[in-house]
């Protein structure tokens, strides 16, 4: 079944500064590659994602990069702002469920 | 509507109670999941329902049975708990193919 790592487990950033993410993933079925945000108290929330036919995606401060050959896709978050802080997963999903990261904490200090 | 909503938010309940978890979308998404997260953690997939079927169990306890009444709602019985089922449990919901899960805000149990 799909393997999906995650790294870092947590990530301290000053606001406006900016905030990568990555994850590599092991089955080469996977064709569709979501990102989540999860705040205090609430269930993820999908923010950008990201198909196997396209290298790049953006959307305002958030950008989202896949390099299918090396099972790799990263998320970027520029000019980051304290409401930025939470416990972002990367997924990766093909032909059946999908699987998530271990998450990542992202603390924005103002 | 775009929105999963479940029921309760919270639930606290003994080792030998029944109960039962909800889970309600008028997305008209036909893909309904189950998923569980402890603290800390992803959330680990438990069921998945795909046109009102079950199509997936993770190897998930008979303490946990999932029902899908119709298209729009999802629920999971529970009975007879360890104090290690403590967990948020999330509903999500997804239209056919691949696509991006709406959750819900999940049901925050504890067993005592």
């Known amino acids: 079944g799909e393997n999906v790592e995650q790294h870092p487990s947590t990530l301290s950033v000053q606001e406006g500064d900016s905030a990568v993410i990555k994850c590599t993933y092991s089955?080469?079925?996977?064709?569709?590659f979501p990102w989540y945000k999860q705040e205090l108290g609430k269930g993820p929330q999908l923010i950008i994602d990201i198909r196997s036919n396209v290298g790049e995606k953006k959307d305002q401060r958030i950008a989202v990069t896949l390099n299918k050959t090396a099972k790799h896709f990263s998320l970027h978050i520029t000019e980051t702002q304290p409401e930025d802080s939470a416990v972002y997963f990367c997924a990766a999903q093909g032909f059946n469920d999908m699987r998530f990261g271990a998450g990542t904490r992202l603390t924005v200090k103002p | 509507d775009t929105e999963v909503t479940q029921t309760p938010k919270h639930l606290v309940m003994g080792m030998t109670n029944k109960k039962s978890l909800k889970c309600e979308q008028h997305?008209?998404?036909?893909?309904m999941y189950w998923y569980k997260q402890k603290a800390k953690k992803p959330p680990e997939l438990m069921f998945v329902?795909?046109?009102?079927?079950?199509?997936i169990n993770e190897s998930v306890p008979s303490r946990f049975s999932p029902e899908c009444p119709n298209s729009s709602l999802l629920n999971l019985h529970l009975h007879a708990l360890q104090p290690e089922d403590s967990a948020l449990y999330l509903c999500?919901?997804?239209?056919?193919?691949?696509?991006?899960?709406?959750f819900g805000s999940g049901t925050r149990l504890t067993v005592v």
């Open positions: 999500a919901s997804s239209p056919p193919g691949l696509d991006g899960y709406t």
């Open positions: 997305m008209g998404h036909r893909a």
């Open positions: 329902y795909s046109y009102e079927k079950l199509s």
């Open positions: 089955d080469s079925a996977s064709n569709y």
